[in-house]
């Protein structure tokens, strides 16, 4: 993995580069006039540039996070977090007018807190790697038939099912965005990144989810988590908040909708 990271930086650019000048002196009519690239890939962009071809950036994390990340420099000269990103005080923020006021120590994308007695049946997904650490072999033999762990799902295929009442994630963005489209409460246990971002939206700005109490430390109590999923369970309000969201977010992206009007704009600065 750490070879494949440093020729995606060293190798790949001068790889891309190439083959872009190649293809584009081949005087054919499949010229290639547009860069997309996921937004981690800034080299791609300056590859773009330099042929004179548009550059075009796929973010793949939420907007609300690329906002907050975008006024760093802000932060830092307000004094609100260090150079390194450490918030200085606990406080709220808001980072725009349009989003809701954020603490400094548990919904910036960069925080860092660190997931059987349900007696319900469940799906766990766990990485080979991680179940390894885990030595979760017992943990198997004790939940039996009532539980099934395993390394990979096809998580829209499951998500689907109507025997799913809720999605215990790390609220990564697409699967918060798979769970919403799918009808499906959250019970949220966020790890890094801009997962404590999308937390706050599920749990105090959509209100489609549940997560944790860490006002005490990074420990979270089993009678939290089986106290949780029962409200979840019991509490149609979710539910009723998570379909209400789900009809928006499809209207979006059908004819007319916000998504599909945007994505055709931008189709259209393609062909121009």
Not at 70 to 98: F, Y
Not at 155 to 170: C, E, M
Not at 200 to 229: A, M, P, Q
């Given at each position: 993995?750490?070879?494949?990271?440093?020729s995606m930086?060293?190798?790949?650019?001068?790889?891309?580069?190439?083959?872009?000048?190649?293809?584009?002196?081949?005087?054919t009519?499949d010229?290639?006039t547009?860069?997309?690239?996921?937004?981690?890939?800034?080299?791609?962009m300056?590859?773009?540039?330099d042929n004179?071809?548009?550059?075009?950036?796929?973010v793949?994390?939420?907007?609300t996070a690329s906002?907050l990340?975008?006024?760093i420099?802000?932060?830092i000269?307000?004094?609100?977090?260090?150079?390194?990103?450490?918030?200085?005080?606990?406080q709220?923020v808001?980072?725009?007018?349009?989003?809701?006021?954020?603490?400094?120590?548990?919904?910036?994308?960069w925080?860092r807190n660190r997931?059987q007695?349900?007696?319900?049946?469940?799906?766990w997904?766990?990485?080979?790697?991680?179940a390894?650490?885990?030595?979760?072999g017992?943990?198997?033999e004790?939940?039996?038939s009532?539980?099934?762990i395993?390394?990979w799902?096809?998580?829209?295929?499951?998500?689907?099912?109507?025997?799913?009442?809720?999605?215990?994630?790390d609220?990564?963005?697409?699967?918060?965005?798979?769970?919403i489209?799918?009808?499906?409460?959250?019970?949220?246990?966020?790890?890094?990144d801009?997962?404590?971002?999308?937390?706050?939206?599920?749990c105090?700005?959509?209100?489609i989810?549940?997560g944790?109490?860490?006002?005490d430390?990074?420990?979270?109590?089993k009678?939290d988590?089986?106290?949780?999923s029962e409200?979840?369970?019991?509490?149609g309000k979710y539910?009723?908040n998570?379909l209400?969201?789900?009809?928006?977010?499809l209207?979006?992206i059908?004819?007319?909708?916000?998504?599909y009007?945007?994505?055709?704009?931008?189709?259209?600065?393609l062909?121009?």
């Amino acid at each position: 993995m750490v070879e494949l990271k440093i020729s995606m930086y060293v190798s790949m650019p001068g790889k891309v580069n190439e083959l872009i000048q190649q293809i584009n002196a081949s005087h054919t009519h499949d010229n290639i006039t547009c860069v997309l690239a996921d937004s981690l890939l800034s080299w791609a962009m300056e590859i773009a540039l330099d042929n004179q071809i548009k550059p075009a950036s796929f973010v793949s994390f939420s907007a609300t996070a690329s906002v907050l990340i975008s006024s760093i420099p802000k932060l830092i000269q307000d004094g609100i977090i260090s150079h390194d990103g450490t918030p200085r005080k606990k406080q709220m923020v808001e980072a725009s007018p349009s989003m809701p006021a954020m603490n400094t120590s548990s919904h910036f994308v960069w925080a860092r807190n660190r997931l059987q007695l349900s007696n319900r049946p469940f799906l766990w997904v766990v990485r080979p790697d991680i179940a390894d650490k885990l030595n979760i072999g017992g943990f198997q033999e004790r939940v039996g038939s009532r539980g099934l762990i395993i390394s990979w799902a096809p998580q829209q295929k499951v998500l689907k099912h109507p025997s799913i009442a809720h999605f215990f994630t790390d609220c990564g963005w697409n699967s918060v965005l798979e769970a919403i489209t799918n009808g499906v409460p959250l019970l949220c246990w966020p790890f890094s990144d801009d997962h404590f971002l999308i937390e706050h939206y599920i749990c105090n700005v959509w209100k489609i989810g549940l997560g944790f109490n860490r006002e005490d430390g990074e420990i979270i109590t089993k009678e939290d988590v089986i106290s949780k999923s029962e409200e979840l369970l019991s509490n149609g309000k979710y539910k009723a908040n998570t379909l209400d969201l789900k009809e928006k977010l499809l209207n979006s992206i059908k004819q007319g909708g916000s998504s599909y009007n945007n994505f055709m704009a931008f189709v259209a600065w393609l062909k121009a």
